[in-house]
């Protein structure tokens, strides 16, 4: 029976120990965890976030629809209903994990050698390790940002306040999702992007769009546009602009947040003692996910397209080598099938799009002939022939 140590209990790593109990029941699983089981996602992330729009967005659409009039936004009760649904803690995720069978500990763990996690006094031997520590909210390089207490996302989903005037560093999915928020709740908001438009890493027609809907929110957005300095005088924060558009100059708000993307979780747990090696400051891995010798990685910390569903793909990927590796199945599913799936989905969810920007060129034509990528659509839906493709996949 292999001894499996996971270390962080974000999406990825429950998922893992999801998969792992369907794959390898008799695996004896310890999932570690510094935080709260459920990680970003569920506590600062897409939960949060997710349910802070709803509400704003079902106002926004009353205020569109002829008929109706009135809806009338509550802050307080929109911070209460997150609170709702995103607080509460992660005993009810805990107990779900110990039902997996899997045992857990709460510490920040750390690879002492190969084989070997300490936690505390603590130690875990292990047969294989799935390092999903996640990742970190990126800092720009601006000049007195040490001076500054500006905000992450973390405190821009676990606010309970609305700012007066809200600054965001960053127009990708975070930036202008929060911008949008926090319009909608009452700030002005100004938003600045360094690339031409924003979500510059899809596609340019749809950040044009974006923007007019978030001008139309009452959102200032600045493209083109890069921030050098900032500082704080008076309880307030000013942000220095630089570029040779309208954008350049001096914006004054009360909070600034900074949305410029995340930085794998990959330092001060050890990971160098295992020959784990780092490919643009994410753990490098193979398109199986093993990351070294016993070792294996999944979500945010492999710096791919970092979503939960890619998580959990990932997550399962790793599980299912775990196990392909115990009983010595064979086959080994492909982690660049990802790509179809988010082909086939494009069209009708916007997200599984961005999955497939991030990833494209990832497989070449001759990778998609051997893996019999030509299926045949016959007017079915994109989930239908997604989940096709997955049957095939299993067995192949
Ligand atoms: C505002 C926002 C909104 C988002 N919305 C969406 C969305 O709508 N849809 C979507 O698909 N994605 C969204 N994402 C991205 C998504 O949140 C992440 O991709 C996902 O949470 C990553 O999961 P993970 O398990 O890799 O990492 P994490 O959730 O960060 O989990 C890693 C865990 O490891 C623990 N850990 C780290 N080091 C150690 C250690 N040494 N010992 C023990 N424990 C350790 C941490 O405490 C943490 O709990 C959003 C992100 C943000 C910031």
Known sequence: MSRVVVLGG???????????????????????????????????????????????????AVARTPGVSGARIDPEGVFAWRDAIAGGGDASQVKWVENLGAAFVRGHAEIAEPGLVRVGGRELSYDHLLV???????????????????????????????????????????GCELAQLYARLGSEVALVQSGATLLDRIDADAGALLAECLAEDGVEVRTGTRPSAVETAGGRVRLLC?????????????????????????????????????????????????????????????????FTHVGKYQ???????IALLEDDRGAIPPYDAIVLVGARLAREQPQALAVLASLEGAIDGDQMRRMNLAVDQGGRSPAEVAREFLRRLRSR
Do not use: H, M, Q
């Open 10 to 60: 974000g999406i990825a790593g429950e998922s893992f120990v999801a998969a792992l109990a369907r794959e390898a029941p008799d695996a004896d699983v310890t999932l570690v965890e510094r935080e709260l089981v459920g990680g970003e996602c569920s506590y600062w992330a897409c939960i949060p976030s997710k349910t802070l729009l709803r509400p704003v967005e079902l106002a926004a």
């Open 132 to 174: 999903a520590t996640g990742s970190d909210p990126a800092v720009p390089p601006l000049e007195g940002i040490e001076d500054v207490r500006p905000w992450t996302s973390r405190d821009a989903t676990s606010a309970s306040e609305v700012p007066e005037r809200l600054l965001v560093v960053g127009g990708g999915a975070v």
């Open 242 to 306: 630089d570029g040779d558009g309208a954008g350049a100059g001096e914006l004054e708000g009360t909070e600034v947040l900074l949305a410029v993307g995340r930085r794998p979780r990959v330092e001060g747990y050890g990971l160098e003692r295992v020959g784990v090696e780092l490919e643009r400051n994410a753990v490098k891995t193979d398109d199986r996910l093993a990351a070294a010798d016993g070792v294996w990685a999944a979500g945010d910390v492999t710096g791919k397209a970092l």
């Open 315 to 321: 997550a399962r990927i790793a599980a299912a080598n």
